[in-house]
């Protein structure tokens, strides 16, 4: 089995911070860390490879210093890792980044299943996966909380949707967005640690996954941020006299209907 | 001593003319109650106050000393409630005065590096206010969200930093401070050095009430480290984790920020109660956690790498290494809610609180565990094992009745106090003695409890701020 994982280095910080004026993420001065997702995609690709056999490649795209979510990717058990990086791929938005992304996995030789997290803490939009599916033509599942069944041509898998669980049967190739509920992700030990920093890392470059120039970067990225603002919290508290029971619980539920709570 | 007058109607109407009306609880038992204990052990330590007030600046407190002085009326002063030997615990009776609007920072002095803070406000809020402008608070001890500067400053708190850092007194400046008369004094500021007498600032740090009320409080402040790195180390006796902890204090190069003992019962209870699973947790018999702060990446590996190998040589079974939130939060969590951990299961629990040298170690585990087996009571074990500070916690026999197990429980404990203090320790090595303690202190420090009665007697003739705790007068 060739697994391949698809992981993003993110900020790491709780809240995210935008530059209301220019709509652009600003990562200047935060720690960065590996997608907290991501981790239970690793960790999913990983205890697959332990059962059937095989290697699990990580790909990453992003700045040179992305290396390092690759590496921490390969201290949890990944064999190979690659970053996919490019001054040409600066600015690329979801459609841009699942090009590239799956240019990359075409060159390395395509994957029998891709595992992403849902969605990355930063962007939050959960596109990348399911456009990387999508160019390369093969299987997707999304929101996959656990992976009932797989060999080594077709994956059974639980979605966790809104109105409970859609079990999903796939032929492979797959690619693969999970949910928290999946695994729980290991803490990577000190030989993985000291595996992961002597680990090659190959650099691939526009050039090296046959991309088209105009495809790419900003250049190749429609996506265009219109505005950006922190939506408003309002609270409005009220504090109904209680000194009269009868008239207070009246009082309350009138209120809740009112607001078609009741 | 301690023969105090009962709050009456008048008293508690001078105190609402002091505070205003709403600042005052009276004649109200549900919400006295929230002021009747501390988290030392709810019902068997619990005294329901007379009156609670809520002053909200020094001439408040000022006045309300002086009134309840003239009327001979007990005041407890109470933080956050977090504490776990009762200080907080108005045993008389009387006024109970919360600090707990008094919340505010007034202020974050960048170029002096003194953060200057009402007793009542959260200290982990001062850390993150100040880690908004890049400084740290190393004095914060490990109850995460609840305690308060005042009382930290109160009982002299420690935590898990203190081998690199330091206890709360480290990080203590100075302090304004109301006195049993009244009066409204300033001992230490700003200043980093005071070579002119008496160092007050120390002696109020762990006065625990007793001697006079903060009303601002002078923290230290440095940079902010830059990132870390947590080991989680599992091994399998007790004898193994606890001869690593001089390993892991020397061995990474750079000394730890903490290093943390947890025992296999207590990692049971942590993992049912926190829904995780630790590696090796079914042959495991004890872990430490060890924690770094390095400068950048490249420099914590090569700290973590060194310590590792180190600890693998010396016979733990693995490390694991958490250097993201993700995973230091999973390596985190049993030990940060040790105590919740095993209340879930026992809430009769109560937790021992002991120092000893850190070469002792190993003998009060050893004598720990005997007098487990001999009593017949499982106590699990977590503590702050680079400065020697362990935590017992008795749980109750499920067939014993609670009442028998007050005094049983606390037979335990107290022996586990005297050993402690027989090998070089100390009976408290943070939570303070409150009244829980008195005995085992008067005991082991008959010399210092009665200096210290002298020094009562001089700050606070008429005995009324906070009596019962640490002696009996």
């Keep these: 089995m060739r697994i391949g994982v698809l992981v993003k280095q993110v900020p790491a910080t709780e809240n995210v911070k935008i530059d209301e004026k220019t709509g652009v993420m600003m990562r200047s001065g935060a720690e960065s860390e590996l997608n907290p997702l991501d981790m239970y995609a690793v960790e999913e690709a990983v205890r697959i490879k332990e059962r059937l056999g095989g290697e699990v490649v990580v790909l990453s795209m992003g700045p040179p210093s992305a290396e390092y979510a690759v590496r921490d990717a390969l201290s949890m058990g990944c064999d190979r890792g690659f970053l996919i990086s490019d001054r040409l791929f600066a600015g690329s938005d979801t459609l841009a980044t699942a090009r590239i992304l799956s240019a990359a996995i075409l060159k390395l030789g395509g994957f029998d299943m891709i595992f992403a997290g849902e969605r990355a803490t930063d962007g939050e939009t959960g596109q990348v996966g399911p456009g990387v599916a999508a160019r390369l033509g093969v299987s997707l599942i999304t929101y996959v909380r656990k992976i009932s069944d797989v060999d080594n041509f077709r994956v059974v898998a639980e ?6 669980t859609e079990i999903v049967e796939a032929a492979l190739p797959a690619l693969i967005t999970v949910v928290k509920e999946i695994n729980e992700p290991r803490v990577p030990d000190l030989a993985g640690k000291i595996g992961s920093m002597f680990a090659q890392i190959p650099v691939l470059s526009g050039k090296d996954i046959s991309i088209n120039k105009e495809k790419v970067g900003l250049k190749g990225s429609p996506t265009r941020v219109a505005k950006v603002f922190y939506p408003k919290l309002t609270r409005n508290g009220r504090i109904i006299d209680g000194k009269d ?9 009138r209120f809740l209907k009112e607001k078609s709570i009741l | 001593m301690n023969e105090f007058e009962k709050v009456g109607v008048s008293f508690v109407k001078d ?38 007030v809520k002053p909200e600046n020094a001439k408040q407190i000022s006045e309300i000393v002086k009134l309840a002085g003239d009327a001979r009326v007990p005041i407890t002063p109470r933080g956050a409630g977090s504490g776990l030997a009762g200080g ?24 002096n590096l003194v953060a200057v803070s009402e007793p009542g406000v959260v200290t982990n809020d001062l850390c993150k206010k100040v880690a908004e402008r890049n400084l740290y608070y190393a004095g914060y001890p490990m109850s995460v969200e609840t305690s308060f500067i005042g009382g930290n ?26 006195l049993p008369s009244g009066e409204t004094v300033r001992f230490g500021g700003k200043r980093r050095k005071d070579s ?25 402040l440095i940079p902010l480290p830059g990132k870390t790195v947590d080991l989680l180390v599992p091994f399998k006796s007790t004898e193994d984790a606890v001869r690593n902890v001089a390993v892991a204090i020397k061995e990474g190069g750079v000394l730890p920020t903490a290093v943390e003992f947890i025992d296999k019962l207590s990692v049971k209870l942590g993992e049912k109660y926190n829904n995780v699973v630790l590696p090796f947790s079914d042959t495991a018999e004890a872990y430490l956690i060890v924690q770094f702060e390095g400068k950048s990446r490249e420099e914590l590996e090569k700290i ?26 999973k390596i985190w969590k049993v030990r940060r809610n040790w105590l919740e951990g095993i209340k879930a299961f026992d809430p009769y629990v109560p937790t021992g609180d002991v120092v000893v040298p850190t070469s002792e170690i190993p003998k009060i585990i050893d004598f720990i565990k005997i007098l487990s087996k001999e009593s017949g009571v499982k106590i699990p074990v977590a503590g702050h094992a680079a400065d020697g500070n362990l ?28 050993k402690a203090a027989e090998l070089g320790g100390a009976v408290s090595g943070e939570h303070g003695i409150g009244f829980i303690k008195k005995r085992v202190l008067a005991e082991t420090k008959p010399a210092q409890v009665s200096i210290m009665r002298s020094l009562k007697r001089v700050f606070d003739p008429n005995g009324i701020l906070n009596p019962g705790k640490l002696f009996d007068l």
Aim: net charge negative; charged share 25%; no cysteine.
């Design chain 1, 159 to 164: 979605r966790a949707v809104e109105e409970g």
């Design chain 1, 245 to 253: 029971p009868e008239k207070a619980v009246a009082e309350l539920i």
């Design chain 2, 15 to 52: 105190l609402r003319r002091i505070v205003g009306e709403r600042a005052v609880i009276y004649e109200d038992r549900e919400a006295l109650e929230a002021y009747s204990s501390d988290e030392s052990g709810g019902v068997y330590y619990s005294h329901l106050p007379e009156v609670v």
């Design chain 2, 88 to 111: 907080a615990v108005p045993i008389y009776g009387g006024v109970v005065i919360s600090f707990e609007r008094m919340n505010k920072i007034l202020e974050i002095d960048e170029e």
């Design chain 2, 153 to 178: 400053v109160a009982t002299n708190a420690g935590g898990s930093k203190v081998i690199k850092y330091g206890n709360t007194v480290h990080h203590i400046l100075g302090v304004e401070a109301v």
């Design chain 2, 196 to 220: 002119s007498g008496y160092d007050f600032v120390r002696l109020l740090a762990g006065s625990e009430g007793t001697l006079a009320l903060f009303t601002k409080i002078f923290v230290n």
């Design chain 2, 304 to 329: 973590y790498v060194n310590a590792g190998k180190a600890l693998i040589s010396h016979g733990a079974m693995n490390v694991f290494v958490a250097d993201n939130r993700t995973n230091s939060d």
């Design chain 2, 391 to 418: 935590h017992p916690a008795p749980m109750k026999p499920e067939d014993m009745n609670p009442a028998a197990w007050k005094d049983y429980s606390e037979e335990i404990l107290d022996k586990i106090a005297l």
